[in-house]
């Protein structure tokens, strides 16, 4: 489809296991952003890439939050030794780069709905 | 810091009536703000944005929102909701759009409709 896909839709997981949650941008978007949707408390950004590279990392909220992204293009979010507390919604965007011209619209994706028991 | 406050968690208007969802900001220049549309399992979608130019913005859904710099505030406006409005809405702002920075989002209102 032409729009951002996010894999997988749900993910529960046990406490203490790795995880890795996936992100398609829209073909051609060389900006990507990573933000987590907790129940009340709105969109918090965690990582933002342009092209390959992470300018921006200041919202990982502890080492056991990374990210990569290869190619340009799909990115991949790894938390390690899941916590309760990183139950949340994982939304990924992708945009444009703002070098275009001061119009980067992000579009998201559906999210990933991950769950720690 | 820059910062962006929905202060209604929770607004519930009538089907027909008209609606005004509000939102401040908190920075020193003017910045880019938009305003985007979750409803229930699906992903956010942009409903209007405010670069520079007429300060009243018209989007989709039948929506609008006033940039007033005195207050600096950017409320989303409609005259008329539909039962299909029923939704999270987030005021968002980005600082400084030819940098590559990321967009601050309020923490929303959720808007239900009572038939």
């Known amino acids: 489809g032409a729009g951002v896909s996010q894999s997988p839709s749900n993910k529960v997981t046990e406490k203490g296991k790795d995880v890795e949650l996936r992100c398609d941008p829209i073909?051609?978007?060389?900006?990507l952003y990573w933000y987590r949707q907790s129940l009340g408390q709105g969109l918090e950004f965690l990582i933002y890439?342009?092209?390959?590279?992470?300018?921006?990392k200041s919202g990982l909220p502890s080492d056991r939050f990374s990210a990569e992204r290869t190619g340009g293009s799909v990115s991949t979010l790894t938390i390690q030794r899941t916590q309760q507390e990183d139950s949340a919604v994982y939304l990924c965007?992708?945009?444009?780069?703002?070098?275009?011209?001061?119009?980067?619209?992000?579009?998201f994706g559906p999210g990933t709905r991950l769950t720690v028991l | 810091a820059q910062s962006v406050t929905q202060p209604d968690i929770h607004i519930t208007v009538s089907e027909g009536a008209s609606l005004e969802l509000r939102c401040n900001y908190s920075?020193?220049?003017?910045?880019?703000l938009f305003w985007y549309v979750q409803s229930p399992g699906q992903g956010l979608q942009l409903l209007l944005k405010?670069?520079?130019?007429?300060?009243l913005v018209q989007g989709i859904k039948g929506f609008e929102a006033e940039f007033k710099r005195s207050q600096s505030s950017f409320n989303l406006r409609k005259p008329s909701v539909h039962w299909s409005d029923a939704a999270e809405y987030f005021c968002?702002?980005?600082?400084?759009?030819?940098?590559?920075?990321?967009?601050?989002f309020g923490k929303g209102t959720r808007l239900h409709i009572l038939p």
């Open positions: 965007a992708s945009s444009l780069s703002s070098t275009s011209g001061g119009n980067n619209e992000q579009f």
């Open positions: 073909s051609g978007h060389t900006a």
């Open positions: 890439f342009q092209g390959n590279s992470a300018p921006d």
């Open positions: 920075y020193g220049a003017t910045p880019y």
């Open positions: 405010y670069f520079s130019g007429d300060t």
């Open positions: 968002a702002v980005a600082p400084d759009m030819n940098r590559d920075d990321k967009i601050i």
